[in-house]
Structures are given as C-alpha cells and as structure tokens.
C-alpha cells in the first residue's frame, strides 16, 4: 500500500527566511509527486508536480521541490518566506500505473512570523 | 472559467436522516473524486469515478454512494448519516494522465 508521511504538523519561519516542508513516501514503481496548498476554509490548490526528469521541480508562487529517490523525500522549498504563504500543505502521491489513487499526507501547517 | 462548485456549503442535520452533498464541474473532466478531511488524517477517499455509469469504492465508502449519470455531476448521498460523519467533504476532477486535482471549496456538515 502507498503512504505519505508529513513528520512535522506545525513549521514555524521568520518572513524572509528559507522554508523547508518535509514529505516522504513509500509506493511500489515509479512515484508521481504532489504538492497542495489549502487556505483557510478553502478547497486544495495545486502547486507542483514530479512525474519524471529533473529532481528539482519548479511550481507555483516560488515554491520548488526536490525529489530524491534513494531517500524516498520530496521536501518543499522556498529560499524567501512571505507571510501569505501561511497555509495547509498537502503532499500526495500515486503510484505511475493507477492515477486516480492518489494518498495524501496528513498536512503541515505553514506559519510565517512577520 | 471551467470550476468545480459544491453545494450546501454547509449542512446541519441529524443522526439517520438521508444527506445528499452536490458537485457539479465545469472542467469536462473524466474523473472525479470525493474525500473527507478530518483532523489528524489529512484527506482520505471515499469514492470516485472515471466517467459516466462508472463508479468506485474508495478507503472510507461504507455509509456513502455516489452515482454518474453525465460528466458534469458526481453527487455523494449519505444514506442514514452518522455523527462519526461530521467532516469536511472535498470533490475533486482531474484530466487523463496528468494526475493534478482540481478541487471544490469544500461542504462542511455536521451530524449532530
């Protein structure tokens, strides 16, 4: 069975720091890589994706992932923290061969001090 | 703009009463999805669906249905609610082969 474990429920950053959300995941085959934002009361919002091709993945809003096989991890990044990134992140994962079973982690939520 | 829109947004009703939870897209997408999401367990499937007459049962299905009779609408119907069924629900669409979702807003309901 495929799973998504998001170790920390809660990151704290200076606005204007680097921020870093872990992520690692346990699937069988090549791995497709997700990442989603949720504002308060609002739906999820994509932000990135890994499928194939260079570790580093760029998405929305600044934010890029690096995927690394060999630790199982797609930590999100962003060099410059803004308060408005404050949120709910989601990272989720689905094996190649079945799109639609996606699993998602249990979310971390994001709080840049101004 | 194609989007993806649920209805109520909020519901209160009570333990064995028949809730039907909206979701209605405008992205012609084939697939879509229905999640719950609870607090300390991220968003968890319930049902989904890749096309008209075709429906699956997802991690957490017992006490839910859904049924697809156009590519737009995908309503999940709790038969005889459950207290244990107090959740935010999410539907979602995606593309083929692209693998992002596109979410609703959310309907919040609680079971009381």
């Known amino acids: 069975a495929q799973s998504v474990a998001q170790p920390e429920d809660q990151v704290n950053v200076a606005e204007g720091n680097p921020l870093t959300v872990k992520c690692t995941y346990s699937?069988?085959?090549?791995?497709?890589l997700f990442w989603y934002v949720q504002y308060p009361n609002r739906g999820l919002q994509f932000l990135l994706k890994?499928?194939?091709?260079?570790?580093l993945v760029k998405g929305s809003y600044g934010f890029e992932a690096e995927f690394n096989k060999s630790q199982t991890s797609f930590h999100l990044k962003k060099p410059s923290a803004l308060v408005s990134d404050s949120a709910l992140y989601f990272c989720?994962?689905?094996?190649?061969?079945?799109?639609?079973?996606?699993?998602f982690g249990t979310g971390t939520k994001l709080q840049v001090i101004p | 703009d194609a989007e993806i829109t649920q209805s109520p947004r909020h519901k209160i009703t009570e333990t064995g009463r028949q809730v039907t939870l909206a979701c209605h897209q405008t992205?012609?997408?084939?697939?879509m999805f229905w999640y719950r999401q609870d607090l300390g367990h991220g968003l968890r499937l319930i049902h989904y669906?890749?096309?008209?007459?075709?429906?699956n049962k997802g991690e957490v299905s017992d006490g839910y249905s859904v049924s697809r009779s156009n590519t737009e609408d995908l309503p999940l119907t709790l038969e005889s609610a459950a207290s244990s069924q107090t959740s935010v629900y999410f539907c979602?669409?995606?593309?083929?082969?692209?693998?992002?979702?596109?979410f609703g807003e959310g309907s919040r309901l609680t079971v009381l």
């Open positions: 890994y499928i194939t091709g260079d570790n």
């Open positions: 669906s890749y096309g008209v007459q075709d429906t």
């Open positions: 979602a669409s995606s593309p083929l082969n692209t693998g992002e979702l596109f």
């Open positions: 989720a994962v689905r094996a190649s061969g079945s799109y639609q079973k996606v699993t």
């Open positions: 992205w012609n997408h084939n697939n």
């Open positions: 699937v069988s085959g090549n791995p497709y």
